[in-house]
């Protein structure tokens, strides 16, 4: 089933003129209407004769425009789904052959078989052999069917454990600094309300949070609330400021101001503000002196006073950053004299030495002085899944129990590649040391590491020295092709869940109804476990499954929240969702406050219970990469480096897609919106476009030492000179699958991002340090991916 660009807008037009109709009584008999929900939203489905006809959002869903949902119809029925079991043709046959990984035919076997030989595998190797690549959770939002969390429980109840991830791509630097410095993490943490800031904030700063796309999915179900409240942003009076390589389409909206900086050069910025501020006079001494410990020991950095003897002036900065020097002091001067709230983001992050940028925005809003007051300080979940919503404060309810995982080794989420080249290395990481193990099997449900992970050549090289890969998949994604066996996952929509959403407000638990019987021979993530763990014998099987049916531990969650003060089960199950509407003063929340009115009684969870400019935790770690405060790093990579620009002149970044989820959503009609000459698109600034003779629409290679992709260009002035953006997660399609560094047709990133890690303490992802040239090319048209031929089916 194929549905046009113009069918789905004409089907949104009418989905939005039904968000009011009772969705129980559809007009048709024959038609029935089944409550689900997913990342893109809640909606109905509309099942006639056992097909999804049609998608229609539930009345949560506060903007359902966004074209997520209708796609699932598109992505449940598509050519590219996997329909049967299937084993690469060299493995089968007992040869392994693992160099012809993502080359070879794939042979179509019974489940018992596949089944068998996954087991077998599994058993024939040492837990800490296995590698459980079941990452990040955006495989399903279900609290059942979570991916990581059923291969989590099949890992530590039957298997005996398996290797894991230490850290994450999300968040992978900020998340191991910043519960040291505020003792939180703050990136997944209640942000101040909307409401607070409507009404107290003057001046509010993007620092390259994109507040619209990134917010238009959930971690679990979307609701998009948060475009009502970009509504009245629009019309009132905040001054909005954006800070970022990009002019995003909601800096655009806000009437912004576009400071264009250069990437990864941010902590130098903010470095010149506050020795501005500083030697101004202007900063907040009294809140230095009251909330954070160790100003003093980051003073004589800030003002060239240690062994660099560099004062990190505005003048300094404007060399770095390429923002002009007299700017760096007015947005200081604006920010200390106005009510300004400071938006982070998490690409800053992503970023060879990323630990210092959540670090060094903490100061610089401490400077000012404003954390914990209505709409000033900071916030580094304003853009994601909702993190400025009310919170009804409801009791959820809770999700799969994994169990203990007897294997205590979990790899860096940026190392992978490394890990499984180089078994036994050492490396530093966290302050302390970690060895690799010898991995064998990689088990991958749910997450995609070859969508995920950056240099995509150097992790097919690692891929392809390994005994066995397994992967559970609805669809022949490019990592399922480099598996070993693969085994058809249900979709969503296939099985029964329960979910709520937003992940912030957390107003909303759904039913996520089966809406129809599986295709083919998929089976779901949780019963493909469940059969090995009876295969291995009746205590695994009873310790997987609990002598639970699925719909028991479904109500088994439910029971145990506060849904049944609201309404049965049954009820719910029948309606589609509860609401908890959350109280007036979650309205009002405003984030650090408590700490703010008493740092004493409420105290950070730091060591010394105020915000850490210097930590002396940080400082014992004697690392040469990050220190006992921040600091600016040059990165290996970047616009100020003459050596490496002569070679490859352009900074490459590569956000988050506008209308995926991550790679999810690549084949589907979606991708009519925005792909060019059918590849992912490249945004390049207009002069350098014209320099490097490139049209909009033209058909561009970009390179480096790492690869090459081909991609479809789109000439803007929204993109900074110097900088080229292509959204992460499109499916990697090899042109020449013999070629050592195969150019990649669609446009792939992670072949040209660098598996480098951001330092020596956190050892997380860096993937937008990247430099790369582009060059017009002349090709055949591409057709987009496609599944692979399965001998036998
Ligand atoms: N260059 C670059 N790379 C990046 C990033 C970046 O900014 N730049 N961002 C990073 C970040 S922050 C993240 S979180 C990661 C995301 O990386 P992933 O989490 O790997 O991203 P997805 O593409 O969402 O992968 C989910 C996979 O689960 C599959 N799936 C969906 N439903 C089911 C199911 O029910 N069962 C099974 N078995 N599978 C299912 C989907 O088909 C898809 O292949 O990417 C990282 N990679
Ligand atoms: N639609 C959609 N939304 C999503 C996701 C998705 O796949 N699709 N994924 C979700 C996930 S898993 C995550 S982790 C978050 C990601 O949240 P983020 O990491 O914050 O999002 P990105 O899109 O990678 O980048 C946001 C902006 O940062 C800018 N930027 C890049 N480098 C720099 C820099 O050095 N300095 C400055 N100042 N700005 C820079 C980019 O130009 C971009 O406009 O998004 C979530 N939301
Ligand atoms: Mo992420």
Redesign the pocket.
């Known amino acids: 089933m194929k549905i046009s660009r113009r069918d789905f807008l004409k089907s949104s037009a009418v989905a939005s003129l039904a968000l009011g109709a009772n969705p129980l009584f559809a007009k048709d008999e024959s038609v029935k209407s089944i409550p689900h929900a997913s990342n893109l939203g809640a909606f109905y489905a509309d099942v006639k004769d056992g097909k999804i006809v049609k998608i229609r959002p539930q009345i949560s869903d506060k903007d359902p425009k966004f074209p997520g949902n209708e796609a699932w119809i598109d992505r449940v029925y598509s050519d590219t789904r996997i329909k049967y079991p299937c084993v690469r043709k060299s493995f089968l046959e007992g040869k392994n052959a693992p160099e012809l990984r993502g080359k070879e035919e794939f042979v179509r076997v019974s489940w018992d078989e596949a089944l068998k030989l996954v087991l077998g595998k599994l058993k024939s190797v040492k837990p800490e052999q296995i590698y459980n690549g079941s990452y ?1 959770g ?1 495989g399903h939002p279900g609290l059942l069917h979570n991916c990581g969390a059923v291969a989590g429980r099949f890992f530590n109840n039957v298997i005996g454990g398996a290797v894991g991830t230490d850290g994450e ?3 992978g630097a900020a998340g191991k600094v910043n519960t040291t410095i505020m003792g939180d993490l703050e990136v997944y943490s209640l942000q101040t309300s909307h409401e607070v800031i409507l009404e107290n904030t003057k001046v509010y700063v993007m ?4 507040l619209f ?5 959930d ?1 679990k179900i979307a609701n998009r609330g948060d475009n009502e409240y970009f509504k009245k942003y629009e019309k009132s009076n905040i001054k909005f400021i954006t ?4 002019y ?1 389409p909601i800096a655009k909206r806000f009437k912004a101001d576009w400071i264009k ?1 250069r ?4 902590v130098a910025m903010m470095l010149g503000m506050c020795h501005y501020l500083y030697t101004s006079g202007q900063y907040d001494k009294g809140f230095i002196e009251k909330y954070t410990y160790g100003f003093d020991k980051f003073l004589p950095y800030l003002l060239g006073k240690t062994e660099d003897k560099v004062a990190k002036t505005p003048a300094w900065a404007s060399k770095i950053s390429g923002v002009d020097e007299a700017v760096i002091k007015a947005l200081a001067d604006t920010f200390v004299k106005n009510r300004t709230f400071l938006a982070g ?4 992050q ?2 060879q030495h990323g630990e210092q940028a959540d670090w060094m925005l903490i100061v610089l809003a401490a400077m000012i002085g404003q954390i914990g007051l209505p709409g000033g300080g900071f916030g580094f979940s304003m ?3 909702g993190g400025a919503q009310a919170f009804s404060g409801a009791t959820l309810p809770g999700g799969l129990a994994q169990g203990k995982n007897s294997v205590d080794i979990n790899i860096p989420a940026s190392r992978i590649s490394e890990a499984i080249l180089n078994p036994g290395k050492t490396i530093k990481f966290k302050g302390a040391e970690m060895t690799y193990p010898e991995i064998k099997v990689l088990y991958m449900t749910g997450a995609t590491l070859l969508g995920h992970h950056p240099n995509t050549n150097e992790l097919i090289k690692a891929l392809r020295t390994l005994d066995t890969i397994v992967v559970h998949e609805p669809w022949w994604t490019p990592m399922a092709k480099m598996a070993d066996i693969v085994l058809p996952a249900t979709t969503p929509l296939e099985r029964d869940d329960i979910s709520y959403g937003g992940s912030y407000s957390q107003d909303y638990v759904y039913a996520m109804k089966k809406v129809i019987e599986p295709l083919f021979e998929a089976r779901n993530d949780y019963d493909i476990f469940a059969d090995m763990a009876k295969m291995s014998g009746e205590k695994e099987y009873r310790r997987f499954t609990q002598g639970k049916e699925k719909i028991d531990i479904i109500k088994g969650f439910y029971e145990k929240s506060d849904c049944v003060n609201v309404m049965s089960f049954d009820e719910f199950w029948e309606k589609g969702f509860v609401h908890f509407a959350p109280p007036a003063q979650a309205y009002k929340f405003v984030r650090h406050a408590a700490f703010r009115a008493d740092p004493v009684a409420n105290k950070l969870a730091t060591e010394t219970g105020k915000i850490q400019i210097f930590s002396d935790k940080f400082a014992s770690f004697g690392l040469d990469d990050f220190k006992g405060h921040p600091m600016w790093f040059e990165p290996a990579e970047w616009l100020g480096n003459e050596k490496e620009t002569a070679k490859y002149p352009l900074h490459v ?10 790679s999810q959503l690549d084949n589907s009609f979606v991708r009519k919106a925005y792909k060019v000459a059918n590849r992912e698109p490249v945004l390049i600034n207009d002069e350098d476009a014209k320099n490097y003779g490139i049209k909009d629409g033209d058909v561009v290679e970009i390179s480096n030492d790492r690869g090459a992709i081909l991609c479809g260009a789109v000439v803007s002035k929204d993109i900074m000179k110097g900088v080229i ?1 292509v959204e ?2 499109a499916w990697y399609d090899p042109e020449n699958i013999d070629d050592e560094k195969p150019r990649c047709n669609a446009g792939h990133i992670n072949i040209l991002t660098s598996s480098r890690p951001t330092s020596k303490m956190a050892q997380a992802t860096s993937v ?1 340090t990247c430099l790369a040239t582009i060059k017009k090319v002349e090709v055949a048209p591409y057709q987009g991916i496609k599944a692979p031929k399965v001998k036998g089916a």
């Open positions: 990040s955006w791509y999300s968040n620092w390259g949070a994109d796309k990134c917010n238009q999915i971690y800070i970022d390589p990009q995003t900086i990437p990864n050069t941010d983001n998490w690409a800053m992503r970023a853009h994601y899944s970044l590569s956000p988050h897609p506008k209308l995926r989820i991550h953006s992460e997660g937008n």
